[in-house]
């Protein structure tokens, strides 16, 4: 190996043999400190979080400080004017008092002098000024305060009033933000933040109030209303689109909406209704289908030999497409686990269960599965496209008992899809009693009525919640 070795430092001061390569021009410039003039005294200004604009004039008010034995009370005011103090004011502003002031500082900042420096090109010299530091704050200009003052100090305190400064002064984190939340609020509804104040006050608005909801109309410009929150909020959720705008409850969920034009082409009721004019016994595993299929199954064979269409072959096959999606929902099988979604079986079990074409099979998935799996969304779908259908079927007023022993779900489960669609669901009266042949009171108790009429309503959803929801998966 090379025997290499390090060179040895230097014992005596090195100087650094390079040179700054100038054009031999500089020149030595000389300064010189003068005295701050009367009348002619420049400051520096801060103004933290306002915006000044230039048009605005001040005016400069100067006080003397007669007690010469106390610390003036800003620390980094000029030698030469120790003894005054400036202050500096506008009122040309519509709405806001613009004041600077010497500020006095806690920290080091007291210590701190600054200067302004003026070089002369001429004579190569340098004046240096000693300057004020001061610092510019905005205040809302109240509008006729003495009045405010007289009523509010001969107006009695409240109970609530009270009950409110003990809170301010006493109550924990929870409490505070309570009360903060709530005057916030009294500002946006135009009410005054005492509640002492006579009612006479309330809904005038002031100068400070005004200045406020201007500043936040401007910074909430781009943001939605809350109806088109709703209306946004509305289209997420698991249900056929209403017709708003729809003069009667037929029009509110087309059948062909509901199932679709194509799809009511592709279903078949022949062997049904086959079945029926030969009175051959069927097998339907569903209580709600079945019931219905004896009513409706001579009405729509009446009208295939009569050539006439009263609607009740379209019933049987929105009857038909309530079985399909019932036997699609009870074929799924639990993922195990955590996961709380459903999986559809292979293509041939499943078309073994429903016994329809693989077209119906793949506009089922399409329309109520993500590839095969059927989380709670999908099945909240499925449910309420099912009751939608059941109103459809019986004329826009249903006894839920035989749907919701199909779905396997209690009173409050159906009670609140069909309210999803707009309906008003109460228990039956004495003629829905006789309607639907209930002969106890014990059966009655346990029966629900989804009745769907104009105008309608649906359940106000909580927009905060779904906002929050929004963000979060952002």
């Known amino acids: 190996m090379t025997d290499l070795k390090r060179k040895r430092k230097s014992q005596g001061s090195e100087h650094n043999s390079k040179r700054l390569a100038t054009d031999g021009s500089l020149s030595i410039a000389r300064f ?12 520096v200004v801060s103004a933290p979080g306002i915006v000044i604009p230039a048009s605005i004039p001040f005016k400069a008010y100067k006080k003397s400080i007669k ?25 040309a502003h519509a709405s806001i008092d613009y004041t ?30 000693e300057i004020r530091k001061m610092v510019m704050r905005g205040a809302v200009r109240a509008e006729n305060p003495e009045s405010d003052v007289e009523v ?15 809170g301010e002064a006493f109550g924990n984190r929870k409490t505070k933000k309570a009360i903060a939340s709530k005057q916030e609020n009294a ?22 109030r005004t200045v406020l909801l201007e500043s936040l109309e401007a910074a909430t410009a781009g943001t939605a209303t809350r109806e088109e929150m709703q209306a946004e909020l509305d289209k997420t959720k698991p249900r056929p689109n209403p017709n708003q705008a729809a003069k009667t409850v037929e029009g509110v969920y087309p059948l062909d909406e509901v199932v679709g034009g194509e799809t009511m082409q592709v279903l078949s009721v022949h062997d049904w209704l086959d079945a029926a ?30 050539g006439e269409d009263a609607g009740a072959v379209a019933r049987l096959k929105a009857l038909r497409y309530i079985l399909l999606l019932l036997n699609v929902v009870g074929a799924a099988k639990s993922k195990g686990g955590k996961n709380t979604a459903k999986a559809l079986p292979e293509r041939d079990e499943l078309r073994r269960v429903t016994g329809v074409s693989d077209f119906l099979l793949e506009t089922v998935k399409r329309s109520f599965t993500d590839r095969g799996s059927l989380t ?5 779908k499925l449910i309420t496209y099912v009751a939608a259908l059941t109103l459809i079927i019986d004329d826009y007023e249903v006894d839920t008992y035989d749907i919701q022993e199909d779905l396997r779900l209690d009173d409050k489960q159906i009670t609140k899809y069909y309210r999803e669609l707009g309906c008003k669901v109460t228990v039956p009266t004495k003629a829905q009693r006789d309607k639907y042949h209930m002969t106890s009171n014990a059966e009655a108790a346990q029966r629900r009525i989804a009745r769907l009429s104009l105008p309608l309503q649906f359940p106000q959803s909580k927009i905060g919640a779904f906002v929050a929801g929004k963000r979060k998966r952002r």
């Open 187 to 208: 500002i946006i509804r135009g009410e005054t933040g005492d509640s002492s104040t006579p009612s006479k006050g309330r809904g005038r608005p002031d100068l400070a």
């Open 100 to 129: 600077a002031r010497e500020e006095e500082f806690k920290n080091t900042d007291g210590l701190l002098k600054h200067y302004v420096g003026v070089y002369d090109p001429d004579t190569g010299g340098v004046d240096v000024v």
């Open 32 to 43: 010189s400190v003068n005295p701050v003039q009367e009348g002619a005294e420049p400051v």
């Open 277 to 306: 004019a030969t009175q051959r016994p069927m097998t339907i595993g569903s209580q709600f289908v079945s019931r219905r299929l004896l009513r409706l199954a001579p009405r729509a064979i009446s009208e295939r030999r009569s």
């Open 152 to 166: 509010a100090d001969e107006a009695p305190r409240s109970f609530q009033v009270r009950r409110q400064e003990l």
């Open 376 to 380: 709670k969304w999908h099945i909240d």
């Open 67 to 91: 007690r010469q034995n106390v610390v003036p009370r800003v620390g980094n005011r000029p030698s030469g004017a120790t003894k005054s103090e400036l202050l500096l004011h506008s009122s």
